[in-house]
Nanobody, 123 residues
Framework: VQLQASGGGLVQAGGSLRLSCAASGRTFSSYVMGWFRQAPGKEREFVAAFSWNGGSTYYTDSVKGRFTISRDNAKNTVYLQMNSLKPEDTAVYHC?????????????????WGQGTLVTVSS
C-alpha cells in the first residue's frame, strides 16, 4: 500500500483543516486506517483510526469532539477533519495503514506510512 497525505498548512487557533490520505496498491477497504502526529522533539502519537469495515472510529482523548476521521472506499481515501484547532495540535501528521481487523494505537502496529503533512496552528 502506498499512502499520500495532503492538506496541511498554517491556520489560526480555532480554525479548521481537512487532511486527506490517498491510498493505492492493495484492497483499501480491508485495511485499518489511522492518523498519527509528531510534534518537534516528541514521539509520534496516535490521533485517530477507522476500523477495516468502517464500522468504528477511535480517537485520542485530546482530539475527541474536535477531529473526525472518515473514509471513502470508492476513492481509496481517508480524511481527518480537524476543527477548533489549538496550538498544541501543531505537528507533522502521518496517515498509516494496518493489514488487520484489529485497531491499535501504537505506531509499530502499522506497516504502511505516508510521508506526512505539516499542520501549524498559530495562537
Amino acid at each position: 500500500v502506498q499512502l499520500q497525505a495532503s492538506g496541511g498548512g498554517l491556520v489560526q487557533a480555532g480554525g479548521s483543516l481537512r487532511l486527506s490520505c490517498a491510498a493505492s496498491g492493495r484492497t483499501f477497504s480491508s485495511y485499518v486506517m489511522g492518523w498519527f502526529r509528531q510534534a518537534p522533539g516528541k514521539e509520534r502519537e496516535f490521533v485517530a483510526a477507522f476500523s477495516w469495515n468502517g464500522g468504528s472510529t477511535y480517537y485520542t482523548d485530546s482530539v475527541k469532539g474536535r477531529f473526525t476521521i472518515s473514509r471513502d472506499n470508492a476513492k481509496n481515501t481517508v480524511y481527518l477533519q480537524m476543527n477548533s484547532l489549538k496550538p498544541e495540535d501543531t505537528a507533522v501528521y502521518h496517515c498509516a495503514a494496518r493489514a488487520s481487523r484489529a485497531v491499535v494505537d501504537v505506531p509499530g502496529g502499522y506497516a504502511y506510512w505516508g510521508q506526512g503533512t505539516l499542520v501549524t496552528v498559530s495562537s
